[in-house]
C-alpha cells in the first residue's frame, strides 16, 4: 500500500510559478512510475505528466516547454515545476504511483492540491 501526499499548491497570477511535491509513504516507490493529473471543474481528470524509474518524461502538449516533472528516489517524492502559469492551468492536481504486479497495474492516488491561477 502507498499514501502520496501532495503539498504546494495556491494562488498564483498569471505568468507566476509553482513548485509542487509528492511525498510517498507506505512503500518504497524507486520502481514505479510516478506522474501528475489535474482535474478542472467540470472538465474530466487529465494527465499532466509522468516519469518512468527509469527518469523518463512525458507531458501533455498543453503544459510542455512550461512544467518539468522529476522525481527524488531517495526522498520517495516526485515533483512538478510549473512555470508561467496560466488561468487555464487552474485545477486540482493530483499526483499517482503505478507499479505492475503480476501483470496488473496498481495505481495510487494523493488526495489532490488545489492550484489556482488568476488572470
Known amino acids: 500500500q502507498v499514501q502520496l501526499v501532495e503539498s504546494g499548491g495556491g494562488l498564483v497570477h498569471s505568468g507566476g510559478s509553482l513548485s509542487l511535491s509528492c511525498i510517498a509513504s507506505?512503500?518504497?516507490?524507486?520502481?514505479?512510475?510516478l506522474g501528475w493529473y489535474r482535474q478542472a471543474p467540470g472538465k474530466q481528470r487529465e494527465l499532466v505528466a509522468t516519469?518512468?524509474?527509469?527518469?523518463?518524461?512525458n507531458s501533455d502538449d498543453s503544459v510542455q516547454g512550461r512544467f518539468t516533472i522529476s522525481r527524488d528516489n531517495a526522498k520517495n517524492t516526485v515533483y512538478l515545476q510549473m512555470n508561467s502559469l496560466q488561468p487555464e492551468d487552474t485545477a486540482v492536481y493530483y499526483c499517482?504511483?503505478?507499479?505492475?504486479?503480476?501483470?496488473?497495474?496498481?495505481?495510487?492516488w494523493g488526495q489532490g492540491t488545489q492550484v489556482t491561477v488568476s488572470s
Open positions: 516519469i518512468t524509474s527509469s527518469g523518463r518524461t
Open positions: 499517482y504511483s503505478e507499479r505492475i504486479i503480476f501483470g496488473i497495474p496498481i495505481t495510487y
Open positions: 507506505g512503500s518504497n516507490v524507486v520502481n514505479d512510475t
